[in-house]
């Protein structure tokens, strides 16, 4: 592979200068490639455009030609698009990081990429490169198609990802045939217009182009030959999420299409982050959760881009924190990284870096050592779901100062908390829940999750019956079991589902686990008698014969209300228990764990304070170090204030160290 170090690069006079490239004209398209980089600076307001696109494979077999006989080996990507790119007749100006950066000189990079923010928000227009169409591609990208379809969008009023969809496209629609006619059809056209081929471009997956599109003042994609208006494309991504909503039109190849909407909706976030912040380039650490979120799906050759790329998305104190400096490692960057968001108070770092997928708890000398107090950000370790759950958005408890020790060593962290008891049994994971053949086949998956449910609530029975069945914090133990099945009953999902079962009054926790005990744990209930009925059909029903996961649809028309009740409860704590574990503490406290909780005994359940909800920590030793695993919920005990106050948990207050 040759070397890029063919390219001798004349150092930047100053931290304000930037390189140019301008790509000589060619009108034959295979004619070798040549160019001449220029440096220039804030001053001189030289007019350029800025390349976006994706390296691809890091073999560097092709050439650029610049001055002085210097050479500089690209890509074969970055090379397709400088042939398509350039000009028959005239000098291109461009900024492509590739070639205007030395990217061997760590000691330039890093001020360079600090300063790409400024650079793509300066520039003319940013170009976005998606890429050559696949060889033996059935068609072309309809250019005129997109352009219909996005003045479509524009009729019914589509402005943003924060509208009502829906609502504006089926008001739109409403009484009149000929537009739901047009609506019927935007499908087909999108497909004819080859719309998907433009989203399913690895451009979309690239953690840089987020900040590249989000900043530019004119964004143009370019596929092959063709060109996009940024504009266009967006407002067709509108009426695709549209449709899906309003007629449950399926968005073809969704997998690619999430990562087009995502970017979307962080453009029109920062957009009005922008409006709402005085001043305008104000924006806080309470974006970055968002934004971390948001571009959890998407690629970048160095881990350490993840803080990095974010940059030109905030600004002001909080861009300093995201400094790049590419002689850190990974661990370091985004240690000092929650480190500074600590020193803030921004207590959620804590949550998320017990709802992102983290490697198994390493050796602490492990040379990459990131503590668990610490969210990987890595893709290969991809996010939990940073979904709101317990009723909490996982935030500060205005009730209660937050206090850190930062001065410790760079890994350990020092934090006030309440201790509050010890885990002495984790319900382990049920592995059916994993198993297709049980998944995908409901009578299985009813018998498995009726065996689970009978043994918590026999191990629930045993603890208290000494106890006259009394929770710790009043009212009766199988209650608490129920609010711990359902993490409360205060998340969206749940509200959604058991409101709308109610008449918009959503059944509590506990009387819901008396319904499913009537209907499925009972042996006369309804739903464990139609199950019995329809494993015997299931002996002798017709191959023909339609099922749905393994049950004719008559189980489904003739079950009562509260049936189809206690069915909703199941395939809801289904979907808790896979991601989340029961546990149960020494003194009788119930929870539900974090994903990262296992079943060996050496986790205690603990208050930080500051935090809205409790942790789940491990003790990693007898030197008095704890890793945290994650926030948690504890029935009767999700008020840290109240907790704080409590005589009851007065000898546990004290300062812990995380590692």
């Known amino acids: 592979m040759p070397s890029r170090n063919t390219c001798r690069f004349r150092p930047l006079r100053n931290s304000d200068s930037i390189r140019l490239l301008r790509l000589a004209p060619s009108a034959v398209r295979s004619a070798d490639l040549f160019g001449q980089l220029v440096e220039v600076d804030k001053t001189q307001n030289m007019k350029y455009e800025a390349l976006s696109y994706v390296w691809g494979k890091e073999d560097f077999a092709h050439v650029l030609h610049l001055e002085g006989g210097n050479t500089l080996t690209i890509t074969e990507n970055l090379d397709t ?25 760590l000691a330039e990079k890093g001020p360079q990429v600090e300063n790409m923010a400024n650079i793509y928000r300066n520039a003319a227009q940013v170009v976005a490169w998606l890429g050559e169409p696949p060889s033996g591609d059935d068609g072309e990208v309809d250019e005129a198609a997109i352009i219909d379809l996005a003045k479509m969008a524009g009729e019914i009023g589509l402005q943003g990802p924060a509208d009502d969809l829906q609502a504006l496209l089926n008001s739109w629609v409403y009484g009149i ?15 004819a217009a080859h719309f998907p081929s433009l989203y399913q471009s690895a451009w979309f997956t690239r953690m840089w182009i987020v900040q590249e599109a989000v900043l ?22 509108l009426l695709l999420k549209a449709t899906q909503l309003s007629i449950r039109h399926p968005v073809p190849n969704p997998s690619q299409y999430v990562l087009a909407w995502s970017l979307v909706e962080i453009q029109h976030h920062w957009i009005g982050r922008q409006r709402e912040c005085d001043p305008p380039d104000s924006v806080d650490l309470h974006d970055m959760s968002f934004y971390m979120q948001s571009m959890k799906g998407r690629d970048c050759k160095d881990a350490r881009d993840r803080i990095f790329a974010l940059r030109g998305l905030v600004s002001g104190p909080t861009a300093l924190v995201l400094k790049p400096d590419y ?28 709802l992102w997928k983290r490697t198994p708890y390493p050796p602490k000398i492990w040379p990459d050592y990131l503590p ?40 350990r962290l020092g934090a006030k908390a309440t201790l509050i008891d010890i885990v002495n049994f984790v319900q382990q994971r049920p592995t059916f829940l994993y198993d297709e053949t049980v998944r995908f086949n409901h009578i299985a998956l009813f018998l498995k999750m009726r065996e689970l449910c009978l043994a918590l609530y026999l191990t629930v029975f045993r603890h208290f019956q000494d106890n006259n069945f009394e929770y710790p914090t009043g009212g009766h133990c199988v209650s608490a079991l129920a609010h711990a099945l359902v993490g409360g009953g205060l998340d969206r999902d749940y509200l959604e589902t058991f409101g709308a079962r109610n008449n918009g009054d959503p059944f509590g926790p506990l ?61 809801h704590i289904v979907k808790v228990m896979t991601r989340h574990w029961i ?14 909780t296992e079943t ?53 207050r004290g300062i812990i160290h995380l590692v």
């Open 81 to 105: 698009a400088l042939r398509r790119l350039r000009f028959q007749d005239r000098e291109r100006t461009l900024w492509i990081d590739a070639v205007c950066i030395d990217q061997s000189n």
């Open 177 to 191: 045939k000929e537009r739901s006619d047009r609506v019927l059809r935007i499908g087909e056209q999108t497909l």
């Open 216 to 237: 530019a003042s004119k964004l143009f994609l370019f596929y092959g030959d063709k060109k996009i208006l940024w504009q266009d494309f967006e407002q067709t991504v």
């Open 327 to 354: 002689t850190k490692n990974v661990n370091v960057v985004y240690t000092e990284y929650a480190r500074e968001m600590l020193r803030r108070g921004h207590i959620e770092i804590l949550y998320h870096a017990g």
């Open 372 to 411: 668990t107090w610490v969210p990987d950000y890595r893709k290969e370790t991809t996010i939990r779901v940073l979904e709101i759950k317990f009723g909490s958005r996982f935030g500060l408890d205005t009730g209660v100062e937050p206090s850190f020790d930062l001065s410790l060593q760079p890994f």
């Open 511 to 571: 009387e819901l686990w008396q319904i499913y005990d009537r209907q499925c744990l009972e042996p006369t209930g309804e739903v464990f008698q139609a199950l019995k009925r329809e494993a015997e059909k299931n002996i002798t029903r017709s191959p023909e014969e339609p099922t749905h996961y393994g049950l004719g649809f008559d189980f489904y028309n003739d079950a009562s209300k509260e049936a189809g009740v206690a069915w909703d409860y199941l395939h």
């Open 583 to 596: 546990f149960m503490t020494c003194d009788g406290y119930i929870g539900l764990g974090p994903p990262q």
């Open 600 to 652: 060996d005994l050496s986790q205690s359940i603990a208050f930080i304070d500051g935090g809205n909800v409790p942790f789940s920590l491990r003790e990693m030793g007898a030197n008095g170090d704890w890793a945290l695993i994650g926030p948690c919920y504890l029935h009767g005990l999700m008020d840290g204030r109240a907790v704080k106050e409590d005589p009851r948990f007065e000898n546990g």
